[in-house]
Each structure stands twice: as structure tokens, then as C-alpha cells.
């Protein structure tokens, strides 16, 4: 079911030269090896405690359990260019965890067409919100976010990635209007 709803909305074309299509886990994670080290500063040279690999754990084992989606973005010759990856956290929430393009590839609009493809995507599978969080100095990001009808709903601090601004993106109505109500954000005259 899920792939007949995924297959209206992916691949789709995020410029004249980039496309994004749904990928699977291992497709994903040998596109995200490739880029990484392209697309992302070394946390250690940020500065930042750096998490060791984990033992094999229970908790490593089950999170394989959660419906995840994998994107890639790939220029015209067929190269991976960028990726993006989410998992659904509960009934209604999709959690953005985790997203990157090639710095030749950035300010070019990919990330908002991703979204506005993204969207509607994930409002069709059910999903009520989106959730996800970013550096606090993250500003490209934040502003594509935001532009899509993101809002800020936190901010924490961590040790592995220093401040982080939390967003949410409401795709029900009246999910929305609860939050500005919980926080006395609107009208209501």
C-alpha cells in the first residue's frame, strides 16, 4: 500500500537536473557512505563529542523495526548529488532525521522541491506532523523549513551537535490550531 501511495508522489524532479527517488535502506546507506565526508565538518572538528560505535545491542536490533523512508537525489548523469532519510515515530508523526546535499548542489531550491514533494507524500500515508531538528546555526536549512510552513517549537542542547532548533510542520488544520491555542499564538477572539 505504502509503495502504491509513495510511487504517485517519488521519483520526482527537484530542478532540471535532479531527481529524487525513494531508496532502500541499503541503497541509501551506500549513497550516505559516498557523501558524507563531502557534505558534512568531521564532528571532531566541530569540536564535538564524538558517540562510539555502540556494541551489539537489543536497541540496535530493534530500531530496524521503524517504517523508514529513504530519498536520493541524483544529477542528470545519474550520480547521487544528496539523500534524505525519515521514519515515522508514532501514528502521526514523521521524524526528518537526517538530510544532506553536495555543496555544488546547495542553494539551487532542491531541498524546498524535496519538500514540496515530500509533503503531501507523507499527509497521504496519514501522517498528521513532521518533526525534525537542526544546528542552530544551520541557516539554509532552517530558512527552506521555514519557508515550507515549519515552526519552531524548541530548542535544546547536546553534546554530540551543540544547539539544536526543533521544527515542526502541522498537516492537519486543527493540529495547528491546537498548538497556537496551547500557546496562546493566535486570535481567538
Known sequence: MIE????????????????????SQQQFYAVTNQLYRHIFTPMGDLGLYQVPAPPDSWGRKLAGQIHAEYFVFHNAAGEPVGFSLGKVVNEQTFFM????????YRRRGLYSHFLDALIPYLKALGLERITSNHMGNNRPVLIAKLKAGFIITGTTLDERHGMLVWLARFLEPERERGFERAFS????A
Not at 502504491?4 to 531508496?23: C, G, H, K, M
Not at 532525521?97 to 555544488?104: F, M, T
Not at 499564538?185 to 481567538?188: D, I, Q, V
Open 97 to 104: 532525521e537526517w538530510s544532506g546535499i553536495l555543496p555544488d
Open 4 to 23: 502504491q501511495i509513495r510511487s504517485s508522489y517519488f521519483p520526482t524532479n527537484l530542478s532540471e537536473d535532479v531527481v529524487v527517488t525513494a531508496v
Open 185 to 188: 499564538l493566535g486570535n481567538f
